[in-house]
């Protein structure tokens, strides 16, 4: 009984702590002015050499200032991630779904009369394979490279102002090999999630898909703040293993918002307008520890990988 409720409260806590992010991130700029703002020392206490130090101090301050308003904000990163793929993208397809093409088919309906509906019935793929191609497979693909830029961007710019300079690791091909075998992992995980679909039980596959979107979210989100403080893939992947039902509560809003629509695009979009909040949100959390017992959900992908590359690059086992 209190292992069950210890996995519930978990679950709940990593919830709670996913959404935070929509209260913080309209105040991390603001926050960080307000601790940027130099401390007034009387100067009738200084010597000459205080005097001295203290203006080489103003200085290191004011050039930190002007590095903070250089740096684009975390706030003003987010308003380019709503406006990119939730007005440009995310609304362009509702308008062609919703207003172009019924209007079309209406006035198809007014010049053929009764011939209209046969009409429609070829002109609607063939407008929507156009449309796809033309604008929104170009758009979606453009909008991922700039989102990829701007999530590191929040990211970093977050973790700075919280946490600090980042420990990264050390070299220069051990964080690229790294970064690779992350994207590679992650790929394939995903895969093993859409695969679950198609489970025969009826019920559990879904589940268990949704179980995976949701962890595999919380290590899209907490991987900018891990690889900041210099962590590993193996040490990463363990980490989410032992406290599994923290992370799955904290992806899983994000893992149901993004699995309902029917439409990849949309489904991108609404994962690229969201996903800076969660980013904000795991640089801030404090993730529950030791609720349940180790369950290896990157095994089987780990496995796969290592032998697929050669074993002096594969990546240890978590």
């Known amino acids: ?82 406006t990119l793929n939730g007005v ?51 758009l979606f693909i453009i909008s991922r490279i700039i989102n990829a830029i701007w999530f590191q961007d929040i990211a970093d710019s977050a973790y700075r102002q919280k946490q600090g300079r980042p420990m990264l690791m050390p070299g220069t091909s051990k964080p690229i090999a790294d970064m690779f075998f992350s994207i590679v992992i992650e790929l394939f995980f995903l895969i093993q999630a859409n695969m679950l679909m198609f489970l025969p039980i009826v019920g559990v596959g879904y589940c268990l898909s949704v179980v995976h979107m949701a962890l595999l979210n919380a290590l899209y989100a907490f991987e900018y703040k891990w690889f900041n403080m210099g962590w590993e893939l193996h040490k990463r992947l363990s980490f989410i293993e032992e406290h599994w039902p923290y992370f799955m509560g904290f992806g899983l809003p994000l893992a149901i918002i993004t699995m309902y629509p029917a439409s990849t695009y ?33 095994a089987m992908v780990v496995k796969f990988n290592n032998r697929i590359f050669h074993k002096s690059f594969a990546v240890n086992p978590p």
């Not at 709670?16 to 002015?33: A, H």
């Not at 009369?113 to 170009?138: D, I």
């Not at 909040?277 to 990157?298: D, G, Q, R």
């Open 266 to 298: 949309i489904s991108g979009g609404l994962f690229s307008v969201l996903f800076p909040i969660f980013i904000i949100s795991a640089n801030e959390a404090e993730p529950v520890m030791n609720t349940s017992p180790k369950l290896p959900w990157f």
């Open 88 to 138: 440009v993208f995310i609304i362009s397809l509702l308008i062609f779904d919703y207003l172009v093409l019924p209007t079309l088919e209406w006035i198809l309906w007014a010049v053929l009369q009764e011939s209209g509906g046969s009409v429609w019935s070829y002109a609607r793929p063939a407008l929507s394979t156009l449309f796809s191609l033309l604008w929104a497979l170009p």
């Open 1 to 82: 009984m209190d292992s069950l409720k210890a996995l519930l409260y978990g679950i709940l806590r990593g919830i709670k702590d996913s959404l935070r992010g929509f209260y913080l991130i309209l105040n991390y700029d603001n926050e960080v002015r307000r601790t940027d703002k130099p401390r007034q020392t009387p100067t009738r206490e200084l010597t000459t050499l205080g005097k001295r130090r203290a203006a080489q101090q103003v200085a290191e301050k004011k050039q930190k200032q002007a590095s903070h308003r250089d740096e684009p904000g975390v706030l003003k990163r987010f308003i380019e991630c709503c």
